[in-house]
């Protein structure tokens, strides 16, 4: 079900202008069929030939479980929904990644018992493979999946089920995970403790892994910070890290947004209520030329998810009181951008992942916090912003 459609575009949004035949860009509303109630975590996936795709973990009625719902086609107009079973954990977010083999999804999900991976026959994943990951006891939180090939992928995640944890990096050399390794890139017990709020990660272009972590020491005064860790290979055999802190911790801000240049600068996208800023690190672990970039804000605001468009500039899901959409940097710094965003029947939404396919397409996952209403916001177009527009007669 669609609320309107917009057509994005640099000037778009500029009182008087609509957007010439040239911009193809157009912002969608698609309210997501069932679970309709209870939605509290998303995941989302646009394979490069098909539709978008969403996992959703539901705990109405303290009953939680999984559930993929697939689109027929681009527009969402016909949705499929298959519940994948009903021991979730709802702490934590399913991640998604296309297949590199068979281009169906497999999804890492957090169970009370751990990590699991389904490894699907079919885009809506009605037939799959189950496979416990090994050595992820306990899992609260963990992030998107690394694919290095068909057979060498990788998962980050905290490994206790307190506010305290190691954060490990699961590194799977076959398809099913069979044979892998598991190595610590921050351990609790060799230093002062710490709440690590969230974990992304992304592959280096030396075939190493960058990982950027929310991290609280827990001080006598605590500090909350970006923690940067590097692998020079997938086993992590020697990670690196370094903390870089921002000050004292506020409730707001639980998670972050990673994305890396064609060099391998990290970007790291905080979106801190009130002041979100992009970390902008000049080496891996941001030791050098690390500006805090700030991005617009509002009392309002929320964003989630960070992509690089084909001229390497950075685009962020945003979403602004009742309405949702994208910001787009107009320069790889970030020092200008626009938004453009188009209003939903939520009430009270929040962001919760971005997820972009080799043509330029984004899908921005949203949940209506008080109801737990799946949403989404979609924009297809191979150029995301255009820069020809026409004014309105």
Known sequence: MHA?????AVAAFAIGMTCAAGATCQLSDIQLEG?????????TWWPDQGAPAFV??????????????????????????DALDIAALGASAPAAFADPVT??????????????????????CTTRQIIALPNTQGVVLHSNVVRFGANDWAVAYIDAPTEQGHLRLLHCQNADCSASATRIIFNQFD???????DVHL???NDGGIQVASLDVALTANPVIGVRMSYCQTAECVTPMHRMFALGPPTPDLDHLALALRPDGRPLVLIPRRDDPVLLDCGDRLCFSSHPLRPLPSDTNDW????????????????????????????DSQCDSSV?????????????????????GDLVLSHIDREEGVPHATRCVSTVLFATDFEADD
């Not at 230093?191 to 709020?197: E, G, K, L, V």
Request: aromatic fraction near 2%.
């Open 4 to 8: 309107r459609t917009m057509c994005l």
């Open 35 to 43: 679970p309709v109630e209870g939605t509290r975590k998303l995941g």
């Open 56 to 81: 959703m973990t539901n705990d109405l009625n303290l009953n939680p479980q999984h559930s993929v719902l697939s689109c027929a086609d681009a527009e969402c107009d016909v949705q499929n929904l």
């Open 103 to 124: 281009a169906q999804p497999s999804i890492v999900a957090a169970h009370p018992t751990g990590l699991v991976l389904y490894r699907c026959n079919d885009v809506s």
């Open 191 to 197: 230093h002062a403790m710490h709440q690590i709020r």
């Open 202 to 204: 992304a592959r280096a």
């Open 303 to 330: 964003y989630a998810g960070l992509v690089l468009d084909s001229e390497n500039r950075p685009i962020i899901g945003h979403i602004r009181g009742n309405e949702a959409g994208f910001l787009q940097c107009l």
């Open 339 to 359: 938004s453009n965003r188009i209003p939903l029947s939520l009430s009270s939404p929040l962001a919760a992942t971005l997820s972009q396919n080799t043509h």
